[in-house]
Each structure stands twice: as structure tokens, then as C-alpha cells.
């Protein structure tokens, strides 16, 4: 490659996570999904997959890991990818997950640095996972929510991704383990960019916000806190419980994706077009010093 804008690049990434539910299949297929997740905010198509496992060699029916690769491969398969293999290991603790390759035009790489003034600031999953699991783990979750969890595991951010290079976007993140706020502050930092977010306009998965409340949150909740503490500003009459969970640690979150005012109107009818779902939770209000103010 000759470092053209016209010539195609390949983007790798790599994730894998223990269960978070209890359902092998659904499982897998989150995995699936969480590790296609970096190559979508990159604009990328997903290629080819390896798989990452650690299964116990004793004590569990051999049945659970084939319903759990199981999952995964049908989701990749729904991705466009090939699953070329992958490597299992005994390990006391299941885990899985996916080293995954993509292919992007040069031109059309995104990333979180790019942010601009003017730029409005799109969401494409509601949050909760984290706080979800959690009371799942405890037996505290109701069927209704368990079914939302589940859905929102699997789905993958492929239609988003796809309307986002069809208008051409500033700059995108997924939504991870460091949280709604902690991915929106990488993209503050990257792009020097100050964002303003607007908490009540921010989707939720169902039942999150009284969980949270009631203290059904992940450790990695004060890892996260601390992570955006420089950067954060946030207005006195906020609840803090809808504070801390748009810290909630994510496992296939959405994308927050920065659009250019003049293409906000092209990009909703993209995401239209393919029935794909996003709010529209904030703007970027100026460059200069990282911050984000919360109101």
C-alpha cells in the first residue's frame, strides 16, 4: 500500500470477556458482537475471525462450549466474516472471544480524533449492560429485562456503521468497558474537542436506572469514575445514580458517533434506511482543553 486515500487498509482487533449470561448461545454471539464493535467504529468490514476460548476441562458438559462457538459463528456469519479457526486452552473460568480483522478504504478510516464544533453527537445503543449482569448474577433481574439484555448483547452495530460511512462522519468510538463517559472523554482528549451531553436524552436499557440505585453496579464502576474526574463537569441537579450509570462498564455497547450539522438530516435518513436505531445525545460546543459537560 502506497498510503493513498483509495487504497484499502486492514484494521485488527481483539476482545473476549467471561459470561456475563446465562444462556451459552446468546453468550457466544455477544462476544461475536462485542469484538466486531472496534472494526465498525473504524468504518470497517469485518473480514475474517479466530476465536479465543479458556474452558474447564472438567465439570462441565462439553455441550455448553458448542452452543457457546456456536453462537459465535452465527453471528459472525451474520457480520460477513469467516471464522478461520482459533485456539482453546484449558482455563478454570470460561472465556470467549474473537481476533478479528477488517478491510476499510484509507479515505474512509474513522477514528475519535476528529471531532469538531457544530458536531452533533449520536448514540446507537441504550446503556445498562453492566449494571444488568450484575443483577442478573444476583437473581434480581426480571424476564423482561433478561430478554432486553440479551438483545442488545447481540445486536451489532453494522447498520450504523454503514450510515455513517454513507454520509461521510467526523469521528466515532465504541462503547466499552470504560463506560458512555469514559469512551465519550477519549474522544474529548483525541480531538481537543469540549462535548456537551445531555444525560436525560441518553437511551436505557430497561430497568438500569433503578438498579443502579439499588447498588447492582460493577467494580469497574470507580475505575471509571476516576478515569473521566479531570475532564468531567456536571450539572448540581443530575441524579447522581443516572450519573454513575452513564459509567456503567459496557460489553457490546453502541457507537457514539460524531455527525457534521449539515449531513445530521442525511445521516437519520441512513440509519432509516436500514432500520437502525440512534439518538442524538449531545453536540461538541468547541476545541481547545478536553471537557465534558454533563447537563
Given amino acids: 500500500m502506497d498510503g493513498s486515500e483509495g487504497h484499502d487498509a486492514l484494521v485488527q482487533s481483539v476482545d473476549f470477556f467471561t459470561p456475563i449470561v446465562d444462556d451459552p448461545y446468546v453468550y457466544g454471539a455477544a462476544a461475536a458482537a462485542n469484538s466486531l464493535s472496534d472494526l465498525y467504529a473504524m468504518g470497517a468490514t469485518p473480514m475474517t475471525a479466530l ?29 460477513g466474516a469467516a471464522l478461520l479457526g482459533g485456539h482453546t486452552v484449558q482455563d478454570k473460568e470460561i472465556k470467549l472471544g474473537y481476533a478479528v480483522t477488517g478491510r476499510v478504504t484509507r479515505g474512509d478510516l474513522v477514528t475519535n480524533r476528529d471531532a ?34 440479551h438483545r442488545n448483547l447481540v445486536s451489532l452495530n453494522r447498520a450504523a456503521s454503514e450510515a455513517m460511512l454513507e454520509v461521510g462522519i467526523a469521528a466515532a468510538t465504541d462503547i466499552t468497558g470504560f463506560g458512555l463517559l469514559g469512551h465519550a472523554a477519549e474522544m474529548a482528549r483525541a480531538s481537543s474537542a469540549a ?93 481547545g482543553a478536553a471537557t465534558i459537560n454533563l447537563v
Avoid: C, W
Avoid at 458438559?61 to 452465527?74: K, N, T, V
Avoid at 457544530?118 to 442478573?136: Q, S
Avoid at 460489553?251 to 440512534?278: D, M, N, P, W
Fill in 195 to 287: 462535548l456537551e451531553l445531555e444525560a436525560r436524552a441518553v437511551p436505557l436499557l430497561p430497568e438500569a436506572l433503578g438498579l443502579q440505585a439499588k447498588g447492582y453496579v460493577t467494580g469497574g464502576l470507580t475505575t471509571n469514575r476516576s478515569y473521566v474526574d479531570d475532564v468531567l463537569r456536571v450539572e448540581s441537579s443530575l441524579d447522581p445514580n443516572l450519573v454513575d450509570l452513564l459509567l456503567d462498564p459496557q460489553t457490546s455497547g453502541g457507537l457514539l458517533i460524531a455527525v457534521a450539522e449539515e449531513k445530521e438530516s442525511r445521516f437519520r435518513q441512513a440509519l432509516t434506511e436500514r432500520k437502525a436505531a440512534a439518538a442524538r445525545i449531545g453536540r461538541v460546543v468547541g476545541q
Fill in 51 to 79: 476465536s479465543i476460548v479458556g474452558f474447564p476441562k472438567k465439570g462441565l458438559d462439553f455441550a455448553i462450549l458448542s452452543d457457546m462457538l456456536r453462537g459465535g459463528h452465527d453471528k459472525l456469519h451474520e457480520a
Fill in 116 to 149: 469538531r464544533t457544530g458536531d452533533r453527537l449520536y448514540l446507537t445503543k441504550p446503556i445498562g449492560t453492566g449494571v444488568l449482569a450484575t443483577a442478573l448474577k444476583k437473581k434480581k433481574l426480571s424476564e423482561d429485562a433478561n430478554l432486553a439484555l
